[in-house]
């Protein structure tokens, strides 16, 4: 992977961590809402909290997009993985949530996953999509019945 791939993939981490942050610390403002009442569904997503969420998870989204088209899905989604580390220390940090020694440990034990994860190739090698077609064309010719 070149320096750009990488970035991409820090993008991922770091704005879905802030992304997910700030609509948390939005809605903590906000009575609780339920989906039919779409006047109260349009004011959350006004608050400015939930709205700066928004924004950093639509970068989220781009890098993430940007990502699939260069390594399997396989492969972006445990290397996004990472964020839990950064949305654990915002959460304690930003949100004075109480991080447990169990959360900390699972977190660890995704932490090591990605590792195993990101030791392979990002993207798996498709075969030409016109030697598909040949050969399944080619197949179809011979396992025709006669009529």
Request: charged share 15%; glycine share 8%; with cysteine.
């Amino acid at each position: 992977m070149d320096l750009k791939k990488y970035l991409v993939l820090a993008g991922i981490i770091v704005s879905g961590a802030v992304g997910d942050v700030l609509l948390a610390r939005g809605m903590k403002t906000m009575p609780q809402i339920e989906l039919h009442e779409l006047g109260s569904v349009v004011a959350a997503i006004l608050n400015p909290w939930v709205a700066g969420g928004i924004f950093f998870l639509l970068i989220f989204f781009a890098c993430y997009l940007t990502a699939l088209t260069w390594a399997d899905l396989t492969f972006v989604l445990p290397a996004a993985a990472l964020d839990y580390v950064l949305l654990a220390l915002l959460s304690q940090w930003f949100l004075h949530e109480n991080v447990t020694v169990t959360r900390w440990l699972g977190i660890l034990l995704i932490t090591a996953g990605v590792g195993f994860v990101t030791r392979g190739p990002a993207l798996t090698p498709m075969p030409e999509t016109a030697e598909i077609v040949h050969e399944e064309a080619e197949h179809h010719r011979h396992h025709e019945v006669p009529r």
